[in-house]
């Protein structure tokens, strides 16, 4: 009944707000899309589940200045508390719905398990399970073979910051400590990390997906990436100036990602960009203790400076 719940919130709320963002249904039943909420008869089309997958933190810094809803799950609203903390968007500006989450489904992955997805007629849960319906038989998959790896390793399944909470808190508990394809890049030798990033970077199209995805990368029309004046990087796709690239990108994100996994995600080559942004806020906590989004008051540690940190020995 939440989903009801935040239905009659949301329309109580719109008449003060310019909008609100959330999800309505995809082109199919395993598919969500975003939803921009203007009217109270628009907020009948909202829906919420493992299909809310889009982290809709990334329209707020483009919609600044305006009074704007948001509906969050616990990745999101992590995002939303990054942004406040670096002042791209106004807290009196923004009203938020905090849910919780038990996951969301990676459509790549059920594409990848189910035969002929595009033809479902319905999708449910049914405990650990998620049960799709094609051509009237059903086809059930273990939810932990079609999840994202941020939810097998999620320590923040609800919103974390709201100004309305709906429905009940999700108790899900982490199904491993470390992201499985952290732990294998992790145990690979430098030089078979080099490799395995060199045969990676050679299906980058630099199409910007990933960045434009991202809820933490504002730049725009300034990015390092496509200026001319200065000249800054190359447009040729070769692994090197790929790579160069998606480096750049993880550093500008060091100690401001969220990991919500909207760069990954978004890539139509289906590239594993979030291992990246997972190295190098592995390496943010170990030395500075620090994950964005979870405090709102919290130093960016590359954005600050110390005289002596407690876990950098020289």
């Known amino acids: 009944m939440s989903l009801d719940q935040l239905r ?4 109580d709320a719109l008449p003060d707000l ?13 598919t969500a899309t975003p939803l921009f909420m203007y009217e109270k008869q628009d907020v009948d089309r909202l829906v919420f589940g493992p ?6 933190a990334t329209y707020l810094p483009g919609l600044k200045g305006k009074k704007v809803g948001i509906v969050v799950k616990g990745c999101d609203s992590r995002a939303v508390v990054q942004l406040l903390r670096e002042n791209l968007i106004s807290r009196e500006d923004v009203t938020i719905f905090g849910m919780g989450c038990n996951g969301v489904i990676s459509h790549k992955r059920l594409n990848r398990t189910v035969d002929n997805l595009d033809r479902a007629s319905s999708l449910r849960m049914d405990g650990d399970d998620v049960v799709v319906t094609i051509d009237e038989t059903e086809q059930r998959v273990a939810f932990a073979e079609v999840c994202p790896d941020k939810c097998l390793t999620c320590t923040h399944p609800n ?17 491993c400590e470390t992201p499985p394809a952290l732990e294998r890049f992790q145990a690979m030798s430098i030089e078979d990390r080099h490799a395995f990033w060199e045969e990676q970077m050679s299906s980058c199209v630099r199409c910007y997906a990933c960045r434009n995805a991202c809820p ?8 390092v990436a496509q200026s001319r004046d200065p000249h ?24 401001r990602c969220v990991e919500c996994g909207e760069c990954e995600r978004a890539c139509p080559m289906e590239l594993p960009i979030l291992l990246l942004r997972q190295t190098a806020a592995a390496g943010i906590r170990n030395l500075f203790g620090h ?6 008051e919290a130093q960016i540690p590359l954005l600050t400076f110390a005289v002596q940190e407690a876990n950098i020995k020289e």
Do not use: Y
């Open 159 to 175: 919103a974390m910051i709201s100004d309305h909470f709906i429905g009940e808190k999700s108790d899900r508990a982490p199904i």
């Open 216 to 223: 933490m990368c504002v730049c725009r029309d300034q990015c």
């Open 51 to 56: 299909l809310s997958v889009h982290n809709l």
């Open 8 to 11: 009659q919130c949301i329309k």
């Open 291 to 296: 994950e964005a989004g979870v405090d709102p």
């Open 232 to 255: 800054w990087m190359s447009q040729e796709t070769s692994p090197r100036e790929n790579l160069m690239f998606q480096l750049a990108h993880t550093l500008h994100l060091a100690g």
């Open 18 to 30: 310019d909008c609100v963002i959330g999800w309505e249904q995809g082109h199919s039943p395993a």
